[in-house]
């Protein structure tokens, strides 16, 4: 949409207006209006950096088996701490993956999770040991861990819906390859119109725009080089 277009145009040193960039392109429906906390937002607001924010999604692969996705997800920065891929998830699984997603005592204050059976007493107890207090969502309320369920739409419409998914292994370097362009190239809204792992603004003086593809040209990044 044109605030994305206009974030990259931003970041290689153009200087354009969101309104004319919308002029060019196909209008879109309004979105339904979604519900919301006040009060939960502001724990958002005033907590950001000190949230980690996990939650699974499903993927079928080519031969129909099902894939289960581990997002563990930095909301301050939008960053994907960490993720992993299993066919067969458990507890103790699960609670493996936070040991792996925050050693040597680098876990955050809060965890922010829904409510799957998942995340049982083994879990739970494992939350505890690494010095984190569980934030669970009321039921039937996504909207309450809004920045892992906005990923996972972006995996969804980015990637997953444009690949046919072999196998574990297949799935995990999708995932690797998508989150390298996520991290370094794709600007967010939220972010002040630049990436995770930030970007220098590049003046029109370095060079032509050069075109760098992800995950076969799936995707682009850009940036300037010198002729």
């Known amino acids: 949409g044109a605030p994305r277009i206009r974030a ?11 309104a004319a960039i919308a002029k060019y392109l196909p209008s ?7 519900p919301s906390s006040p009060s939960w937002r502001t ?5 950001l950096s000190e949230i980690a924010a996990i939650d699974f ?11 289960y996705v581990f997002l563990v997800l930095s909301p301050d920065r939008r ?16 609670a493996q993956q936070l040991v792996e997603a925050f050693p040597f005592d680098s876990a ?5 999770r829904d409510n799957d059976r998942i995340y049982g007493e083994l879990f739970r107890r494992r939350v505890r040991n690494l010095g984190m207090q569980e934030l669970p969502n009321a039921p039937r309320s996504p909207w309450r861990n809004p920045y892992v369920e906005r990923l996972i739409g972006t995996l969804r419409r980015e990637l ?47 060079g032509p725009v050069v075109s760098t593809p992800y995950l076969g040209g799936l995707h682009h990044g850009y940036s300037r080089r010198a002729a």
Not at 28 to 34: A, F, N, V
Not at 57 to 67: D, E, H, K, Y
Not at 174 to 198: C, E, G, I, K, M
């Open 160 to 206: 997953l819906d444009h690949v046919l998914v072999l196998n574990e292994r297949h799935l995990k370097r999708l995932l690797t390859d998508y989150f390298v362009y996520y991290h370094t190239a794709r600007p967010h809204q939220s972010l002040d119109d630049n990436a995770p792992v930030p970007r220098e603004i590049e003046p029109s003086e370095r």
């Open 28 to 34: 879109k429906p309004p979105r339904p209006r979604k």
């Open 79 to 94: 960053r994907v701490a960490y993720f992993n891929v299993t066919a067969n998830p458990s507890a103790q699984w699960t």
């Open 43 to 47: 724990f958002w607001k005033n907590h």
């Open 108 to 112: 955050p204050k809060y965890l922010v």
């Open 57 to 67: 999604f499903v993927v079928p692969t080519a031969t129909f088996r099902l894939l």
């Open 8 to 18: 990259e145009l931003k970041l290689l040193g153009y200087r354009v207006a969101e």
